[in-house]
């Protein structure tokens, strides 16, 4: 069947960096997204990707292996701040709508 | 900028009852969806809305109906309403699929 599945937790220090891992299974493939969501708060668009490779977006950048079906969200220079949970979604043939993960909790100590 | 508003923010609500969640967006986006959002299962799609007059079932359309009367509307109405169905549920709209606006979010209790 369908699914997307990221780790729940992932624990990391300010001023270095995180990587969020997600894998997916979908009939067909039509780009992945990926969302920041604070505590109590909406999702918050960050980043899409539809082809192979590494896309540099500054803070966060982004990876994609459509032959492995696995994407990772890099965050560079962890910042407090950056403590949320990142969804990752994948838009399947139909393009209609998003399939999401349960979400990668993040959490930066000092 | 981009503007998704959801009301009520909190309700809670009784076994059986009827419950209207609504959403209204100033983007003038087409699409217009509906999740749910529980630990363990992250965002699920209840309903979406290609445009004014047109509604279409998504992964979890079960107990939930919704309608889109205007371009800038869109509700979702649970008939009558169980505990199971006590979640947050989130509205979001947006032109390119990949890229949707959320509203704030409902906090939905049913007793």
Not at chain 1, 20 to 48: I, K
Not at chain 2, 91 to 106: I, K, M, R, W
Request: hydrophobic share 30%; charged share 15%.
């Amino acid at each position: 069947g369908q699914g997307v599945e990221q780790p729940d937790n992932l624990m990391s220090v300010e001023g270095t960096f995180a990587r969020v891992n997600c894998t997916y299974s979908t009939s067909g493939f039509n780009g992945l997204s990926w969302y920041q969501q604070r505590e109590g708060h909406a999702p918050v668009f960050l980043s899409y990707v539809v082809l192979d490779g590494l896309k540099d977006s500054g803070h966060f950048s982004t990876f994609l292996s459509r032959s492995n079906g696995y994407s990772y969200l890099l965050l560079t220079e962890l910042q407090i701040k950056d403590s949320a949970s990142y969804l990752c979604a994948v838009r399947d043939a139909g393009g209609r709508a998003l399939i999401f993960g349960t979400g990668t909790t993040v959490s930066v100590s000092p | 900028e981009a503007a998704v508003t959801q009301s009520p923010r909190n309700k809670v609500a009784v076994t059986g009852g009827k419950v209207t969640l609504s959403c209204n967006q100033t983007n003038n986006h087409n699409n217009m969806y509906w999740y749910r959002q529980d630990t363990g299962h992250g965002l699920r799609l209840i309903h979406y809305s290609y445009g004014a007059g047109s509604t279409e079932k998504g992964d979890i359309p079960d107990g939930y109906k919704a309608s889109r009367p205007s371009q800038e509307n869109f509700s979702l109405i649970l008939e009558l309403a169980t505990p199971s169905q006590t979640s947050v549920y989130f509205c979001a709209s947006g032109d390119v699929g990949y890229e949707q606006y959320f509203g704030p979010g409902t906090r939905l209790t049913v007793l």
